[in-house]
């Protein structure tokens, strides 16, 4: 099993950035993609980043604009998503996953329980 934890959300404001982190424990996430989802109340959830095993390679939804990073340090087990210039439609829940692969199109097997994300205007 892979637990997930992500840490780093908050209230902030438009224009503010914010650092996710997903840390993970019990079996490495070393040799697995991961990403990052958000769901907002009323919504479906939706990707947010995805980055494959090495971090060589990363995938990103269409809203992101080039506005958030996704990356990834093997040696602390842990994935980050660092957001800047948002915008009040950010705000949501974001939520960690673990691939049951390499790639991110691999299904997705474990999750965390999620951050709250709330940008004001």
């Known amino acids: 099993q892979v637990q997930l934890v992500e840490s780093g959300g908050g209230l902030v404001q438009a224009g503010g950035s914010l650092r996710l982190s997903c840390a993970a424990s019990?079996?490495?996430?070393?040799?697995?993609?991961m990403g990052w989802f958000r769901q907002a109340p009323g919504k479906e959830r939706e990707v947010v980043a995805g980055?494959?095993?090495?971090?060589?390679?990363?995938t990103y939804g269409d809203f992101v604009k080039g506005r958030f990073t996704i990356s990834r340090d093997a040696t602390k087990n842990t994935v980050y998503l660092q957001m800047n210039s948002l915008e009040p439609e950010d705000t949501a829940a974001y939520s960690c996953?673990?691939?049951?692969?390499?790639?991110?199109?691999?299904?997705?097997?474990?999750w965390g329980q999620g951050t709250q994300v709330t940008v004001s205007p």
């Open positions: 019990g079996r490495t996430i070393v040799g697995r993609a």
């Open positions: 980055i494959n095993w090495s971090g060589a390679s990363t």
């Open positions: 996953a673990a691939a049951r692969g390499t790639e991110w199109t691999a299904p997705w097997g474990y």
